[in-house]
């Protein structure tokens, strides 16, 4: 069977994807870790860092064995997946909109990372993590967590990141971290909009398109010579995709807060959604950390209602 997570793979996905294969093959399965792109710079760090391949790219999944981490909704889907006999999903995020036609084995917990889930199936099922692979799920925790920052973090996420550090051998986890997360605040160099698809997803919100994308980084300072940029290419994804929103986190690690950066049909979402009145392209939300938690849950529920 294939094991793929979302489009525009971020570590959590292709990490995940790894492990599950890894844990899949010792049970007794044979199973792939493949991706639905090219890792992107924080990804490449943690697997080169662990001596790890990146996963082949595929983009269709017809007539395949499957099995789905890091996601459940449709549009971060294969387009052909219905296709695809789904044998099992491992996610942390809500339920979304995927349908199988046969029971299939499924974990889905409210933590912070993918990561903390397989850590417990490892666990469950009596395998033993490999080093290699310990070591990048640690550094996928702490990238979906911002470190532990994150309102998704759970005491079942630290523990993980405890327990595989000892496996990897990480004596100080936090700096391991925060080196990564300097590698994901590179941003020099790289085009509008590989920035804007490099942890982007987009939602079907009661027949309403919304794309969300977020850059993390360790000083929102970094990205003030590329707002301009950045906004300007958002408009573009909001034309081609023909959507009602489009959403950039600029996420400051260290403030702890995300200046967003929006296209939308009607900006009066914003306050039904966020209690904020948005300025003309942007708005500060002080204390939001993830997308996941904090952006897509209230502007799920109130902004089109």
Not at 164 to 171: D, E, F, P, T, Y
């Amino acid at each position: 069977m294939l094991v793929f997570g979302h489009m525009n793979p971020d570590t959590d996905t292709i990490v995940s994807a790894i492990a599950y294969a890894d844990l899949a093959s010792k049970r007794g399965f044979e199973a792939k870790a493949v991706a639905q792109g090219e890792v992107n710079p924080e990804s490449a760090f943690v697997l080169d860092k662990f001596g790890l391949t990146a996963p082949e790219v595929v983009t269709s999944v017809a007539g395949q064995k499957v099995a789905i981490v890091d996601t459940t909704e449709l549009t971060q889907l294969p387009a052909d997946i219905a296709e695809a006999e789904v044998l099992a999903v491992t996610d942390h995020h809500k339920l979304g909109d995927l349908s199988t036609a046969n029971p299939l084995e499924m974990w889905v917990w409210p933590a912070g990372c993918t990561c903390t889930v397989l850590k417990n199936m490892y666990d469950f099922y009596g395998v033993e993590v490999p080093k290699g692979i310990a070591g990048a799920m640690l550094c996928a925790i702490l990238s979906d967590t911002v470190m532990f920052k994150s309102v998704t973090c759970t005491p079942a996420d630290k523990k993980a990141v405890e327990e595989l550090a000892k496996i990897a051998g990480v004596s100080e986890p936090m700096d391991l971290g925060m080196e990564m997360f300097k590698v994901k605040s590179a941003v020099d160099g790289t085009p509008m909009r590989d920035l804007v698809f490099r942890d982007y997803k987009d939602f079907d919100m009661g027949g309403h398109g919304v794309g969300i994308g977020q850059l993390e980084v360790v000083d929102l300072d970094i990205l003030k010579p590329y707002v301009d940029g950045l906004y300007e290419e958002i408009q573009k994804v909001k034309e081609e995709k023909g959507h009602h929103t489009i959403m950039l986190m600029l996420t400051d690690i260290m403030k702890e807060g995300t200046e967003m950066l929006y296209v939308s049909d009607d900006k009066d979402v914003f306050k039904k959604s966020f209690g904020i009145e948005a300025g003309d392209r942007s708005f500060w939300l002080q204390g939001c950390m993830s997308r996941k938690k904090q952006v897509v849950p209230d502007f799920q529920s109130k902004a089109f209602a």
